[in-house]
Structure formats: structure tokens, C-alpha cells
């Protein structure tokens, strides 16, 4: 699902991501156990959780896109190896 609207809101990402065969789940799996805890700042934490709680399930997938689209320049120009591209995705998409 969260790839299907990837490829429609972000296709620069969603080309990158193809082109070095990473996929989503890889890195998107600890975001969404964890709720973001070990990705977002305690602060801002708290906020996705209330947006949780508000809103459902859509939030959580809102989120995510919001953190691909932040760094969507970093993604779309990561090295064009396997490596490369997951470094690059774990390095711009968590915040200190």
C-alpha cells in the first residue's frame, strides 16, 4: 500500500528505490513497529502518537510518506548500488 502511494506522490523515490532494488519494508518495518520511536525525536513522537489516536491507521502511512518527501533529493540521488541507496535512506530519514 504505502508503495503504491509512493509511486504516485513521490516517483523520483520510487524510481530510486526500484532502480536499486531496495524495498520499503526494509526500513520502513522499524518505523512502523516502533511507531517512530527510534526514528523522530521524543517530541515529536508524542505528536504522531496523538495523531494515531485521532485519526487511525493513516496517520502512521502519513507520516512515512512525509519523512520520503523530506528527503526525497537525498533519496532520488543516493548511490545506484543496493548499499548506497540504504545508507543513504537510513541517514536522511531519521531525525536527531
Same mark, same amino acid.
Not at 16 to 35: K, M, N, P
Not at 57 to 70: D, P, S
Given at each position: 500500500?504505502?508503495?503504491? =502511494?509512493?509511486?504516485?506522490?513521490? $516517483? %523520483? =523515490? +520510487? *524510481? &530510486?528505490?526500484?532502480? #536499486? ?17 527510534? #526514528?523522530? $525525536?521524543?517530541?515529536?513522537? =508524542?505528536?504522531?502518537?496523538? &495523531?494515531?489516536?485521532?485519526? +487511525? ?6 507520516? &512515512? =510518506? #512525509? /519523512? /520520503?518527501? /523530506? *528527503?526525497?533529493?537525498?533519496? %532520488? #540521488? %543516493? ?7 540504504? %545508507? ?7 531525525? $536527531?
Amino acid at each position: 500500500m504505502l508503495g503504491a =502511494v509512493i509511486d504516485e506522490r513521490l $516517483p %523520483a =523515490v +520510487g *524510481n &530510486a528505490l526500484q532502480r #536499486t532494488d531496495v524495498q520499503l519494508r526494509l526500513f520502513t518495518s522499524e518505523w512502523f513497529l516502533a511507531l517512530f520511536c527510534s #526514528t523522530l $525525536p521524543m517530541h515529536t513522537v =508524542v505528536r504522531v502518537w496523538d &495523531a494515531l489516536f485521532l485519526y +487511525g491507521g493513516e496517520a502512521i502511512f502519513r507520516v &512515512a =510518506v #512525509t /519523512l /520520503l518527501w /523530506l *528527503n526525497r533529493e537525498s533519496i %532520488a #540521488t %543516493a548511490d545506484g548500488d543496493f548499499v548506497g541507496m540504504f %545508507a543513504a535512506l537510513r541517514r536522511c530519514c531519521s531525525i $536527531p
